[in-house]
């Protein structure tokens, strides 16, 4: 058989799979000739036999097309998944609003960035990240959280874990204790275990982690990992009375303070507390925050905010540890921060989960289920009566992504409960149905 008779047999093969789609467009004859190897001419008598069949239609300089005419054969047509690859579970935690991301904006601003690269933007990006997007991180903390810092303050970092190596590579000793909320994040206690430190759990209640608590169980700790504006997973907020104790304590141990400020952006009710970065005054704290909960998790883009006084030990350790995020990628935040489009994500995104938590809450409560009331944050903590493992694993196998409490403590007791996100929830029906399909799933 001649090549180009080979080359449309392959094509039209294609088409009748599905694997090229009515309506998409082909490589141009050029692009096909230098793929396959062939003579251009081989592509354009290819291209043609199948115009002249149906199967492809020419749109002048637009290029060639699948004719929106055909349809493949029903024994060759693929079925279609019910859930779209990478499509979110229901309740799938970690999660911000996929739908809601402004799309089409991020691409303008990533062909531009594109269009206005130099050559000397190929290179490995700087240990600390790019010096625009640390610009506009220290503006944004600035005038958002009351953070006065400079750039050479602020380490980029590939991912909330990677900021939490730095600080452990820089700062920790092997044997040094560290105070972790409990129940707390825990996809974060292998970084330091890793490192050789002491993991000391400490209980939290409706103010936050018990510093008293601390201070009298593990007193000789140097490092307090917590999440004080909005605590994970039980969304409480730490009393000021207890951050000014935490700062005290570090001022007067010479211990180190890691504010993770989680889910900061979003609060629905009342007047957030200040962070405790921004009454930091004998510069214990170390603050970090991350872009995967405000615009999505794909960036892998987080940052440290260091004391002054240890910049230069961390620039050290970020040689061992550089940054990996593509200039490409920081440079697109930095833009996106520095242009005002983050303040009106921000905005929207708030008004967002505040009509999709009701939605949810509401949909909870009428399959008679105790949700507790929270004051903002992208996810829900729903009370529950005996095993909430046993619970949730019967909630897994029906396909619903939920969490059980338990599986968030260490050594601290409590009430058992299902955590779930409500974030991707886009319409009262999908709350109502996921609430129904829950409650089969468990009882």
């Given at each position: 058989m001649p090549r180009y008779q080979q080359i449309a047999r392959q094509l039209k093969q294609a088409?009748?799979?599905?694997?090229?789609?009515?309506?998409?467009?082909?490589?141009?004859?050029?692009?096909?000739?230098?793929?396959?190897?062939?003579?251009?001419?081989?592509?354009?008598?290819?291209?043609?036999?199948?115009?002249?069949?149906?199967?492809?239609?020419?749109?002048?300089?637009?290029?060639?097309?699948?004719?929106?005419?055909?349809?493949?054969?029903?024994?060759?047509?693929?079925?279609?998944?019910?859930?779209?690859?990478?499509?979110?579970?229901?309740?799938?935690?970690?999660?911000?609003?996929?739908?809601?991301?402004?799309?089409?904006?991020?691409?303008?601003?990533?062909?531009?960035?594109?269009?206005?690269?130099?050559?000397y933007d190929l290179v490995m990006p700087e240990n600390r990240g790019e010096s625009t997007l640390r610009q506009a991180i220290a503006d944004y903390l600035r005038f958002s959280r009351s953070i006065e810092c400079q750039p050479e303050q602020i380490f980029i970092t590939a991912g909330f874990q990677a900021a939490m190596r730095l600080v452990a590579r820089t700062l920790a000793q092997p044997g040094d204790g560290i105070w972790l909320e409990d129940p707390g994040y825990r996809y974060v206690r292998p970084v330091f275990a890793d490192a050789g430190m002491r993991l000391q759990p400490v209980p939290v209640d409706d103010e936050g982690m018990q510093v008293d608590y601390a201070l009298q169980h593990y007193p000789?700790?140097?490092?307090?990992?917590?999440?004080?504006?909005?605590?994970?997973?039980?969304?409480?907020?730490?009393?000021?009375?207890?951050?000014?104790?935490?700062?005290?304590?570090?001022?007067?141990?010479?211990?180190?303070?890691?504010?993770?400020?989680?889910?900061?952006?979003?609060?629905?009710?009342?007047?957030?507390?200040p962070p405790i970065k921004s009454l930091d005054g004998p510069e214990r704290v170390i603050y970090a925050g991350t872009f995967s909960k405000s615009m999505f998790p794909a960036l892998r883009v987080a940052w440290l905010v260091v004391p002054r006084q240890q910049a230069e030990a961390f620039s050290r350790q970020a040689r061992f540890l550089p940054c990996t995020v593509s200039i490409l990628i920081q440079q697109t935040v930095a833009d996106f921060l520095r242009e005002g489009h983050f303040w009106r994500h921000l905005k929207k995104m708030r008004q967002c989960y505040g009509e999709r938590r009701v939605w949810l809450e509401t949909a909870l409560q009428n399959e008679g289920f105790d949700v507790v009331p929270q004051a903002g944050g992208i996810q829900l903590v729903m009370r529950v009566k005996g095993d909430d493992r046993a619970l949730v694993a019967r909630?897994?196998?029906?396909?619903?992504?939920?969490?059980?409490?338990?599986?968030?403590?260490?050594?601290?007791?409590?009430?058992?409960?299902?955590?779930?996100?409500?974030?991707?929830?886009?319409?009262?029906?999908?709350?109502?149905?996921?609430?129904?399909?829950?409650?089969?799933?468990?009882?």
């Open positions: 088409i009748g799979d599905g694997e090229l789609p009515p309506g998409s467009r082909l490589p141009s004859g050029r692009t096909m000739a230098l793929e396959l190897g062939v003579a251009r001419a081989t592509v354009e008598n290819a291209y043609g036999e199948l115009v002249a069949q149906g199967w492809l239609e020419r749109r002048g300089q637009a290029g060639t097309f699948v004719s929106p005419s055909v349809t493949a054969p029903a024994s060759n047509q693929k079925v279609p998944a019910s859930r779209p690859q990478g499509a979110p579970l229901p309740f799938q935690m970690g999660l911000p609003a996929l739908d809601a991301f402004p799309r089409a904006l991020w691409v303008r601003l990533m062909g531009r960035r594109l269009r206005l690269q130099t050559p000789q700790a140097r490092f307090a990992l917590l999440t004080p504006a909005h605590q994970s997973p039980l969304g409480v907020a730490l009393s000021l009375t207890r951050r000014h104790r935490l700062l005290d304590w570090a001022a007067s141990r010479q211990g180190w303070i890691i504010e993770d400020d989680y889910d900061s952006e979003f609060r629905y009710h009342g007047k957030p507390l909630a897994r196998a029906a396909g619903l992504a939920v969490q059980a409490l338990s599986d968030w403590r260490t050594i601290s007791k409590g009430e058992g409960g299902i955590l779930m996100s409500f974030t991707n929830v886009v319409s009262p029906e999908m709350a109502r149905r996921y609430a129904r399909q829950l409650r089969q799933a468990i009882t």
